[in-house]
């Protein structure tokens, strides 16, 4: 990783000039992903071959005895992606963020079993991915993260969408949402053992009910992933329960074990079930495989996994699957 050290600034994130003028270091790193995707015969993909490029910049300060650090990270700059966090650490009073992509409060336990590469469902026909937890979400949210008693508390907040907001402006409906995320490990004097539970409320906004209220979306979950040796393996369930009428609650189950072969060898296999709780018709369930490889040598890496997946996003007959074989470098 290359790095630009001692770049004097005026101010952190040139907003800081009225609070404080003291130097900030700041670090770049990027990195290169060439990928070939091989998709369902039923879908015309086109060119297989595919590059992302990420770039980022960290940079902190001292300000008024606090370490107020900031991130950006470009992932395809070309393409305009982007996210952002201005963060701010008070010590034993924990840190409190501005979150504009990088990942707050419930979202960060959204799928935790473990893999070698990519998620299962990663890539499978490009619908909206459900069974994901994160009511709050990762952008224009207010994050505050602490440990009390060997727990990690990370929570999230934000009012009206969660669209990402230029300067003194917003966008979107309403639909205010918090979330909370608690996690820890050794529970139970088991060494090896790393876990998580997490609930989230968003309002429904919008969203007119036969009722005439706007009741709340839940999202919940709870993981445990186990490591003995060179074996981890983990079990996840969550809920999403739709606060509007005429929407589909969502019920996970997911599972799945990772072995590495040696310190540059890796490989992993899961499941996934995602029942549709429909409320005027049968419900359905989505149930996905994936099986992943890694292999790691010093700042290069190649991956392949392969997904696949029934009845789709709750679509009866809607079957797809996926494989990818990934060439990254960090620089």
Known sequence: MDKLKKVGLSALAGSLAAVSANAAEMSVSGATLLTYTS?????????????KTNIGFTASG???GYTVSYMQT???????MSSARLSVDMGDMGVVAFDQGSGSGLAT???????????IWDGLDGLTVGGLVGAAGNSGVFNYVNTFAGLTVNAAGRTGSGTKNADGASSGAGQSAMDVAITGSDMFG???????IGYGEAEAGQQANAAGTNDSDTHATIFANYSAGPVTFGYQHSQIQAGSNGTAGEIT?????AFNVNDDISVSYGERDVEYDNPSAANVTEQGEGIAIAYT????KIAGNRNEVTDNNGTTASNDQMTEIALSFAF
């Open 62 to 64: 001292d300000v008024n």
């Open 253 to 257: 189950d997911a599972w799945g074990i």
């Open 74 to 80: 470009s992932i395809d700059q070309f393409a305009g």
């Open 190 to 196: 088991l060494d090896g053992l790393a876990w998580g």
């Open 39 to 51: 998709e369902d015969t039923t879908e015309v993909t086109g060119n297989p071959f595919g590059m």
């Open 297 to 300: 040598m010093g700042s290069m």
């Open 109 to 119: 336990i959204d799928d935790k079993t473990p893999t070698a590469a990519e998620e």
